[in-house]
């Protein structure tokens, strides 16, 4: 499983081959754009917001805590095949899977995946911000604080198991599809 943090180049689908590294985004994105080059269209990428915890995201705590927070808003990337969800991110699996937290889900399209999910989850993380009187850029700027945190402490891990015990090909499966 290739480590995870961002790369260089979240337009280029191709990245993560070059940076070796991913997020759930890219390394979803490149799955996606394979399965669909190769016939699978089948293979839907998916773009989830879940609300992120030191529960279903092990390592996030310390920064939600200093801020007084007990979960932020994540989009998050996976892949979705006859409604069964599929993470390759590589993160250490929390004590109750993100999908448990999971308040939208939606099927895009791995050529226009960068600009949409960075509008989709600005949006969202704005809406919900607001809702609780707190400042955007002061939410965005802690979840921004969170990735950071996971991308220098998480250790190359297997595939996430996010919402159940089947495994398949390597990759955990997760819970059916609303």
Known sequence: MMP???VRDPQDVLTILQDQKG???AKHRFLAALAHECGHTEVLLMLGLYEMS???TPGVG??????CLTAVPEAHCYLMREGQRYDFTGLPAGTVSPFASLVEERAISPSDHPSEKAKYHRTALASWAQARGIDAERAWAVREKCIELLAITTPHADARDVS????VSGARAGGRGR
């Not at 310390?62 to 801020?67: I, R």
């Not at 159940?164 to 495994?167: I, M």
């Open 164 to 167: 159940g015990p089947a495994s």
């Open 23 to 25: 997020t759930c985004s």
């Open 54 to 56: 030191d529960q279903n």
């Open 4 to 6: 995870y943090g961002r």
């Open 62 to 67: 310390p920064v939600l805590q200093a801020e």
